[in-house]
């Protein structure tokens, strides 16, 4: 994969969103069934950046409302105990990753995309 920072990130890139998709849909599942819904909150972060990257025509996407529901949901789920605080904030960091580490690419700037260059 050309422009990739290195080969074991490209590996790991390929295998995570699947992962990442999975255990957004269980930290839901276990919120509600355990009554946390500082988690279901925090989970649907993920959900909500996914809905603004399908809604969104451009290449710059704005990650601060997902996160932001997402570290609202961790607050929220502190006050349920340590299993629960746990839970929403690895949501939260999964989120992080995917907005900060997946969604790059690892992409750099182009000389030959430059404005004025031919």
Same mark, same amino acid.
């Given at each position: 994969m050309a422009g990739l920072e290195n080969d074991w990130q490209a590996k790991l890139k390929r295998v995570f969103i699947i992962p990442l998709m999975l255990a957004d849909i269980a930290f839901v599942v276990i919120g509600a069934v355990a009554g946390w819904?500082?988690?279901v909150l925090?989970?649907?972060?993920?959900? =909500? =950046?996914?809905?603004?990257? %399908?809604?969104k025509r %451009? +290449? +710059? =996407?704005?990650a601060a409302p997902a996160l /932001?529901? %997402?570290l609202a949901g961790v607050v929220w789920? /502190?006050?349920?105990?340590v299993g629960a605080f746990v839970v929403a904030l690895l949501a939260l960091v =999964?989120?992080?990753?995917?907005?900060v580490w997946y969604s790059r690419n690892g992409r750099t700037k182009s000389a030959a995309l430059a404005l004025g260059s031919r």
């Open positions: 819904w500082g988690v925090a989970a649907t972060g993920q959900f =909500l =950046l996914f809905a603004m990257i %399908s809604m %451009s +290449r +710059r =996407l704005n /932001a529901v %997402s789920a /502190a006050a349920d105990g =999964l989120l992080v990753a995917y907005a």
